[in-house]
């Protein structure tokens, strides 16, 4: 057996060590992750695996109180985790969206897939070990493997109804549920299927204890009890008749937990006899639950919440921090450190850290749907309904002044100064302000009677305005005159900017355009074959530019740092729409979405991989920090197959070596190191993103932890 034991370490030395990077999301709000999660699996009390929209999953080694999110990148093969189902710490298979069946063995860093069938959903995968096991979903059909997921044949049901889960107590004995009441049994593994209950509240889960007593939930409330095998069911009163349940389970023949909408959970003590509704603190839909054991429990649903139990759902404690839950219509940043993001029901948060921590620190009366930074000190906030809310200093108080020129609705505003702003209301109506925005004047907009989208100013005389049937009007006169300028297109403008009054982009459709000489002339920028269409866009210069669109599927963020010419997907966590994107340099930028959650673009360093392939590391194996997000400190363990020199550092997310932790050479065994959160002069360091590398013999590993305060 090798020893394991623990170091302690002094400080050693700092040592710059540069590094090439290359850019990619994390998330900030919230933290670990936004994405709804629609599935759950306990391996044990300790070991919990969770998955869901946009490739989404996270592994808890503690019973869920600590989450770590090993895969949340969007893959276009998988699309949204629909279900998973481990049969070990390493081996497990997940249905995506669509026709696709995905399969890991590596406890979930990776996955490919391994099986595309014609129908077109998959909703749920049982495996009964390593090579048998099943799925269904849309269509006629359950399919079966015998070898772990490479080949599947097909056995029919009577009915064509969505089929939303299926369960096995044994090779002999399954049960699967689905839409309109739908219940199957069978006996001989699959073979053939019994159609035993059609009719009813749709079911969406299903649980046998052993092979007698089981239990389904679905919607109005509906649990089912069975305790013949599945041949009879019997509904249970559960105290809800309102409200679906996505999931029950069991732990033992008395303990379970149901969970379903409008944060809506029910315990039970004595099998399912008598149901008690808990207070899960959240409206959110929850659409996964596991009992741990006897007394522990943990349940996760929309908007990426996550809440544990150790009392048998008395009481409840929320993993996951979100600082609001509404959409994010806008975000803007003043400098690296302070932002502002704003939404619906009129939230107006604010970072003064790059979006480590976000505060909610005012609310408009309405939607928030623009926002206007002239300088470092002063934020304007325009909501829909015509209120605006100002501050002067930098946040700390605010006011609300009613614009109120004659449209009830706005959707656009431009400060150029402090003083001088504009604001584009319904249909063609414009109001300019000289005072600070405290009051308004309508002003001549063009006379055009088109649907006006959008209005740029770049000081307080000089502005466009843009919108239906390809129109752009420009003033040099703070909106008394205004010109038309001849656009390259007809399709709707739904985007202006310009950086001087020569230099300009616009979306016109989904095409993006540029002009080098104030609108004379106007060349298309995504015309490659590479070239996504455009919904939205960010200008950081002439060559650096981001975009909200697609090439095919999926819409994402492409990214050209040469005018137009090629393009980059930029791969975000997120499986909501992009609302707003904000970039002050090629290192820093940020995203809301319509869920309202905060990204940040980040520097990873390349040449190191998070999990890299086993020949890499052959003679060591790196493990997962613990905790992971951590404050004060985490513990970061290893095992040497091999003796050599051995180092572990710690960089922060650019690069930058922030500490070296063990620097000397160790013979074969386990060892523990803890890490307080400190650089090489004993400083605490900022929240955020750090990397662990561990070097031996020649070869490495590079994992990644975040700190939060």
């Given amino acids: 057996m090798m020893k394991a034991f623990r170091l302690t370490l002094t400080v050693l030395f700092f040592i710059a060590l540069p590094l090439l990077a290359q850019n990619e999301w994390e998330w900030q709000n919230p933290v670990p992750q936004g994405n709804q999660i629609f ?36 893959d276009n093969d998988i699309g949204d985790f629909e279900e998973i189902h481990f049969v070990d710490a390493n081996t497990g298979w997940g249905v995506g969206d669509g026709d696709r069946i995905a399969k890991t063995t590596d406890g979930g860093a990776s996955w490919s897939v391994i099986q595309t069938f014609t129908f077109s959903s998959y909703n749920t995968v049982y495996f009964l070990d390593q090579n048998v096991g099943w799925t269904a979903g849309n269509g006629a059909q359950i399919y079966k493997t015998l070898d772990g997921g490479a080949t599947w044949s097909p056995s029919p049901v009577t009915q064509s109804n969505f089929i939303n889960d299926i369960y096995f107590a044994d090779a002999s004995n399954g049960w699967a549920v689905g839409n309109i009441g739908i219940i199957y049994r069978t006996t001989d593994g699959g073979a053939s299927w019994s159609e035993i209950q059609n009719g009813g ?92 054991d006897a007394t522990n429990m943990a349940v996760a649903g929309s908007r990426g919440f996550i809440t544990t139990s150790s009392d048998l759902g008395q ?49 408009a009366a309405g939607d928030i749907v623009d926002i206007g930074i002239p300088d470092a000190n002063s934020a304007y906030f325009l909501s829909f309904n015509s209120e605006l809310l100002r ?14 020129s004659g449209s009830s609705t706005y959707t656009k505003c431009s400060f150029p100064t402090a003083t001088t702003g504009y604001v584009l209301g319904f249909r063609d109506h414009v109001a300019k302000s000289t005072d600070n925005g405290s009051t308004w004047t309508q002003i001549n907009s063009g006379g055009t009677n088109e649907f006006m989208i959008d209005l740029h100013f770049i000081d307080e005389n000089t502005g466009w305005l843009a919108g239906n049937n390809g129109v752009l009007l420009h003033t040099t006169d703070g909106g008394v005159n205004w010109t038309s300028i001849t656009t390259p297109s007809a399709e709707t403008i739904g985007q202006i900017y310009f ?60 990214f050209t740092n040469d005018g137009g010419a090629t393009w980059t997907e930029e791969k975000l966590p997120t499986g909501s729409d992009g609302r707003d994107l904000t970039v002050l340099d090629t290192n820093h930028g940020w995203v809301c979405d319509a869920a309202g959650n905060i990204m ?110």
């Fill in 600 to 709: 940040k673009r980040t520097l990873t360093p390349v040449g190191i991989e998070e999990i890299n392939t086993p020949g890499q590391i052959a003679s060591f194996e790196l493990f997962s920090n613990y905790p992971n997000p951590f404050n004060p400190e985490t513990s970061i363990r290893f095992s040497l197959k091999e003796r050599g020199r051995t180092i572990l550092t710690i960089y922060n997310i650019a690069g930058q070596k922030v500490r070296t932790l063990v620097d000397e050479d160790l013979s074969i065994g386990t060892f523990e190191i803890r890490w307080n959160g400190r650089d090489a002069a004993n400083n605490k360091v900022a929240s955020g993103i750090y990397l662990y590398r561990l070097e031996n013999n020649n070869a490495y590993q590079t994992r990644r932890m975040m700190l939060l305060k």
């Fill in 315 to 363: 009481s409840w404690s929320a993993f996951t921090s979100r600082a609001t839950a509404s959409q994010m219509n806008v975000i803007k940043f003043i400098d690296t450190n302070t932002g502002y993001a704003a939404g619906s029901d009129g939230e107006i948060l604010q970072t003064l850290d790059g979006g480590a921590t976000w505060t909610n620190v005012s609310s």
């Fill in 201 to 292: 509240a749709t079911l969406f889960s299903v649980y046998f204890i052993n092979a007698n007593v089981g239990y389904a939930s679905g919607a109005f409330g509906t649990i089912l009890q069975s305790t013949d095998g599945g041949a009879t069911w019997t509904p249970l009163t559960t105290g809800t008749t309102s409200e679906a349940f996505y999931e029950v389970h069991f732990i033992d023949s008395n303990n379970g937990v149901a969970c379903g909408t409008n944060g809506y959970i029910a315990t039970t003590s004595d099998g399912g006899a008598n149901w008690t509704s808990q207070l899960s603190n959240t409206i959110d839909f929850l659409y996964a639950a596991q009992m741990l």
């Fill in 39 to 74: 599935t759950m699996q306990a391996l044990d009390a300790n070991t919990v695996y969770a998955a869901g929209n946009a490739s989404t999953f996270m592994r808890s080694t503690d019973g869920g109180n600590n989450w770590e999110v090993i895969h949340n990148i969007y």
């Fill in 499 to 558: 950086s001087s009054i020569n230099s300009g982009w616009l979306v016109a459709g989904n095409d993006l355009y540029r002009t080098t000489d104030g609108g004379v002339n106007w060349t298309l920028i995504n015309a490659s074959s590479s070239a996504p269409t455009v919904n939205r866009f960010t200008i950081l210069d002439e060559n650096n530019i981001w975009v909200f669109g697609r090439t095919t599927g999926f819409a994402s963020l492409f």
């Fill in 391 to 404: 501050t002067f200093d930098n946040g700390v108080s605010f006011d609300t002044v009613d614009v109120n």
